[in-house]
């Protein structure tokens, strides 16, 4: 296993900036998840670290070299796509042991290493049969397999399980989670998926595309375990990306002498958290983010401090355990949850909810930056 570094890692296509100002690090034996809309430039990122794209600036290292002029073969990585590319006419086991036979390893090791790694992958009992007779998953393992047997030092997933049905893809999530604590060998998966990047992560880093009225900003957004990102989002786009339903983010205002978000005509005591913050944004415009299990009914909730809003129930989603409401109010958008099924409003009846004043996020509505 080896660490990965990026320094001021940049990449342009010709006069088209896609990657600026990459700084950080992937720790030697980590799950590092990269996450981000489509275009964000998590495949470029990728490649790079492969050394299947050039770098335009900055230095990229791999333990401890330096590795911007570094042929891909020497990199010592293993890539596993989206497509699975396994070759139709050779068997799962000489579609595992491809790349070691070419690198002209003996035959001996070969076998070893294809030996264990179908017992890691419980591909025993399929080595002998062609890619056409598997089902996708196992497809999907085979793919792994190949990764495997090259004992590399990092480990490269680009979306590996788009193709696969849902519950295929719930599956092969805890299959590859649990051979990465096996192998402990250095992880970094490419998803757009959040609710992928959040159960099998060790440290996320989420990633916008550049955007053309910041010229300063990096792609890289937040890097941080999926619970610091979840708890203490940076800024608004982590905030929105990370979490379903997306954290709600309402304008609001810090009343004249800093106790209170004024929401609406509502006055939200200030949680011991952002006291500080208030107080230095007294009377200045904020945006307040709150997550929608932070919006539920009075009588279902134990919170703290609670201010009760009423608005228009706009959309209501049973899923069973929960029912995700969506109230309109001033003419924002506000979802909320909660338990009860029973007397559930219609479309268009008024409806009352309460907010858990602890659980509030403020964001400065220029820089979209948490205030703290
Ligand atoms: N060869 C190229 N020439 C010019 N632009 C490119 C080239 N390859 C990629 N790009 C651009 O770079 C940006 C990042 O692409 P990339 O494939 O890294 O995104 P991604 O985050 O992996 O997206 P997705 O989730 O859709 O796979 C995109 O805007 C893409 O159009
Ligand atoms: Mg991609």
Redesign the pocket.
Same mark, same amino acid.
């Given at each position: 296993m080896a660490a990965i570094e990026f320094e001021r890692v940049s @990449?342009r296509?010709?006069d088209?900036e896609?990657?600026r100002n990459l700084n950080f690090g992937v720790k030697a034996g980590e799950f590092m998840v990269?996450v981000?809309?489509?275009?964000?430039? @998590?495949? +470029? +990122?990728?490649?790079m670290i492969a050394g299947l794209?050039t770098i335009t600036g900055g230095n990229l290292s791999i333990g401890d070299r330096v590795v911007n002029d570094v042929h891909p073969k020497d990199r010592d990585i293993a890539m596993v796509f989206q497509s699975y590319a396994l070759y139709p006419h050779m068997t799962v086991y000489d579609n595992i042991a491809f790349g070691l036979k070419i690198r002209k390893m003996p035959d001996a090791e070969v076998r070893k290493r294809v030996g264990e790694a179908a017992a890691i992958l419980g591909l025993e009992p399929l080595l002998e049969r062609k890619p056409k007779a598997l089902s996708g998953g196992q497809r999907q393992r085979v793919a792994l397999g190949r990764a495997i047997v090259r004992n590399p030092s990092v480990f490269l997933f680009?979306?590996p399980l788009s193709n696969l049905d849902a519950e295929l893809r719930v599956q092969m999530r805890s299959e590859i989670s649990q051979l990465q604590r096996r192998l402990s060998t250095t992880t970094v998966y490419?998803t757009?998926d959040q609710i992928e990047a959040m159960t099998m992560g060790h440290r996320i880093a989420v990633?916008r595309?550049l955007q053309a009225d910041q010229p300063e900003a990096s792609n890289l957004m937040q890097c941080g375990t999926p619970m610091e990102l979840y708890d203490t989002p940076a800024n608004v786009f982590v905030a929105r990306f990370i979490g379903t339903p997306r954290m709600n983010m309402l304008p609001a205002r810090i009343a004249d002498d800093g106790s209170t978000v004024q929401l609406f005509d509502l006055n939200l005591p200030v949680s011991a958290q952002f006291a500080e913050v208030a107080r230095n944004q007294r009377g200045r415009p904020v945006l307040l983010g709150i997550r929608s299990e932070h919006v539920g009914l009075a009588h279902e909730v134990d919170w703290n401090g609670t201010v009760a809003i009423e608005g228009t129930a706009e959309m209501v989603e049973p899923l069973g355990h929960e029912v995700i409401v969506h109230l309109m109010v001033n003419g924002e958008n506000l979802i909320g949850r909660q338990r009860s099924h029973a007397g559930l409003p219609q479309p268009g009846d008024p409806y009352r909810m309460v907010i858990n004043c602890e659980a509030m996020h403020l964001f400065d509505p220029a820089t979209e930056l948490r205030l703290q």
């Open positions: @990449k296509y010709g088209v896609i990657i990269f981000g809309p489509s275009g964000c430039g @998590k495949s +470029t +990122t990728l490649r794209e680009d979306e490419v757009h990633m595309p």
